[in-house]
């Protein structure tokens, strides 16, 4: 089973920025594609970004062009680069595999406030 660590969360203010990682246990994260999924209180978790093990990217409507998604295979880490960010990506952010998942890791929380 593949343990999953998620960090850089925190307080920021609208229009700022952050940048998340997601660190994974194991050898075999390159090979399957990855997603960052976050959710907000009192709602469903939902997938923001998602990235294929060669790289090509995908992004739910609410996130494109503020949010850039990377890897690097080599050091079994995910990144989430946020920008621009809005009230509204207040959540906890998690990281997975996709399709189905591992076991969720404790997830990173960003709250977005002025």
């Known amino acids: 089973q593949v343990r999953l660590v998620e960090s850089g969360g925190g307080l920021v203010q609208p229009g700022g920025s952050l940048r998340l990682s997601c660190a994974a246990s194991?050898?075999?994260?390159?090979?399957?594609?990855m997603g960052w999924y976050r959710q907000a209180p009192g709602k469903q978790r939902e997938l923001v970004a998602s990235?294929?093990?060669?790289?090509?990217?995908n992004y739910a409507g609410s996130v494109q062009g503020r949010f850039t998604i990377s890897r690097d295979n080599a050091k079994n880490t995910m990144y989430l680069q946020m920008s621009s960010l809005k009230p509204e990506d207040t959540a906890v952010y998690y990281c997975?595999?996709?399709?189905?998942?591992?076991?969720w890791g404790q997830g990173t929380q960003v709250t977005v406030s002025s």
């Open positions: 997975n595999k996709i399709p189905g998942s591992w076991s």
């Open positions: 194991g050898s075999i994260f390159g090979i399957y594609a």
């Open positions: 990235i294929t093990p060669g790289g090509s990217t």
